[in-house]
């Protein structure tokens, strides 16, 4: 959680669609770091509307990981920062190439998740224990 500040920077170059003030760094909270990602709350603390969760993919310096990413982050691998929407170089290569999301697509994704529910949590693979 050291590098988490990068998250909270990359948070205060986004604006409410509330009330377009920049998202503030206490305004981000950390829900659940895994072994790469790390699934974040952001709300704004100017109008305290809430502005939804964000899984954010991350690489670690194998001396920073949680121990079980330690076992799982390869040599050589860049670390602490925040990849976008890869959680790592391997899903960034498989990815990369194909074309950019539609409009479309954004649509459908948007029907999606307003469909969900209040039980959208349900959705979310459990963690193993």
């Known amino acids: 959680m050291k590098?988490?500040?990068v998250v909270q920077e990359h948070f205060r170059k986004l604006r409410c669609a509330h009330c377009n003030e920049a998202f503030a760094p206490e305004g981000?909270?950390?829900l659940r770091?895994?072994?790469d990602y790390w699934v974040v709350r952001v709300h704004c603390i100017s109008?305290?509307?809430p502005a939804g969760v964000a899984i954010v993919g991350v690489e670690y310096e194998s001396s920073e990981a949680p121990a079980e990413a330690r076992e799982a982050?390869?040599?050589g691998s860049a670390g602490g920062r925040v990849r976008g929407i890869f959680?790592?170089?391997r899903e960034e290569e498989k990815f990369s190439?194909?074309?950019p999301i539609s409009p479309d697509e954004v649509i459908d994704a948007h029907h999606f998740f307003t469909e969900l529910g209040s039980n959208w949590m349900d959705q979310i693979?459990?963690?193993?224990?």
């Open 125 to 129: 693979p459990k963690r193993a224990r």
């Open 73 to 75: 982050t390869p040599a």
């Open 97 to 99: 190439g194909l074309p």
């Open 87 to 89: 959680s790592s170089r």
């Open 3 to 5: 590098n988490f500040s």
């Open 47 to 49: 109008c305290n509307q």
């Open 33 to 35: 770091e895994e072994k």
């Open 28 to 30: 981000v909270k950390l």
